[in-house]
């Protein structure tokens, strides 16, 4: 019984010795963060980065990723192809014009 008492009262030391050292503040451990605690904005806005190839590969990572990855491929593919549609507009209308000036 005298020897819990000492373990006790040696924990209690120990801590305050600990708060003592930090400005009495307690010392907590936190999990170490990485690239997966990030919220998906975040991490849409990092693979916003990476090409069409890259993403293929990211979405392997997890489910997370994967969800992430595809919505950022699915928004570049529709810029690429409004982009395609936009030009072929702008290359027939001149077509059409070449056409009419040529008198067809």
Same mark, same amino acid.
């Given at each position: 019984?005298?020897?819990?008492? !000492?373990?006790?009262?040696? =924990?209690?030391?120990?801590?305050?010795?600990?708060?003592?050292?930090?400005?009495?503040?307690?010392?907590?451990?936190?999990?170490?963060?990485?690239? !997966? $605690? &990030?919220?998906p904005? +975040? &991490?849409?806005? +990092?693979? $916003?980065?990476?090409? +069409?190839?890259?993403? $293929?590969? =990211?979405?392997?990572?997890? *489910?997370?990723?994967?969800?992430?990855? !595809?919505?950022?491929?699915?928004?570049? +593919?529709r810029? /690429?192809? /409004?982009?395609?549609?936009?030009?072929? @507009?702008? &290359? *027939?209308? @001149?077509? &059409?014009?070449?056409?009419?000036?040529?008198?067809?």
């Amino acid at each position: 019984m005298e020897t819990e008492r !000492n373990c006790k009262s040696k =924990t209690v030391n120990e801590k305050s010795e600990v708060e003592s050292q930090t400005g009495g503040v307690g010392v907590t451990t936190k999990k170490p963060r990485t690239i !997966n $605690d &990030l919220p998906p904005e +975040i &991490l849409e806005m +990092i693979l $916003d980065y990476m090409d +069409i190839h890259e993403l $293929d590969v =990211t979405d392997k990572v997890n *489910q997370n990723w994967q969800t992430v990855s !595809n919505r950022v491929v699915t928004r570049k +593919i529709r810029s /690429a192809l /409004a982009e395609v549609l936009t030009k072929f @507009e702008i &290359l *027939q209308r @001149e077509c &059409l014009k070449m056409l009419d000036e040529e008198g067809w």
